[in-house]
């Protein structure tokens, strides 16, 4: 399984950015996907998640109506759409999937699943 996250860096509060993430070495359509981030002195906590099948969203309380999640399954990627974004935001973001097929990355769950590089997202006030 590797995971290649991108997109991130500086932006001024306010701003948006576009994270992706793609993925390889498994049935990318088999499997809900997600995204999480760790600021600095902080524990890694998730952003928002999309099921495998039917594209489920769901988003932590911090960032919905900010950010989207969103997946292409013919290009093995998924994205999050970050909108109106604000210093608090300030972390290194990851793309994660789980271990096992059929599943999707939960909020309070942070085991069992893989894990990409992670892309720096700083945000400026």
């Known amino acids: 399984v590797q995971l290649q996250a991108s997109g991130g860096g500086l932006v001024q509060a306010g701003g948006s950015l576009r994270l992706s993430c793609a993925a390889s070495?498994?049935?990318?359509?088999?499997?809900?996907m997600g995204w999480f981030r760790q600021a600095p002195g902080k524990e890694r906590e998730f952003v928002a998640a999309?099921?495998?099948?039917?594209?489920?969203?769901h988003h932590a309380d911090s960032v919905k109506d900010r950010f989207t999640v969103s997946r292409d399954n013919l290009k093995n990627m998924i994205y999050l759409q970050m909108n109106n974004l604000k210093p608090g935001d300030t972390a290194v973001y990851y793309c994660?999937?789980?271990?096992?097929?059929?599943?999707?990355?939960?909020?309070?769950?942070?085991?069992?699943?893989?894990w990409g590089q992670g892309t720096q997202v700083t945000v400026s006030s």
């Open positions: 999309i099921s495998w099948r039917k594209g489920i969203r």
């Open positions: 070495g498994f049935t990318f359509s088999r499997y809900g």
């Open positions: 994660a999937a789980p271990e096992r097929e059929w599943e999707t990355p939960q909020e309070k769950e942070l085991l069992n699943l893989y």
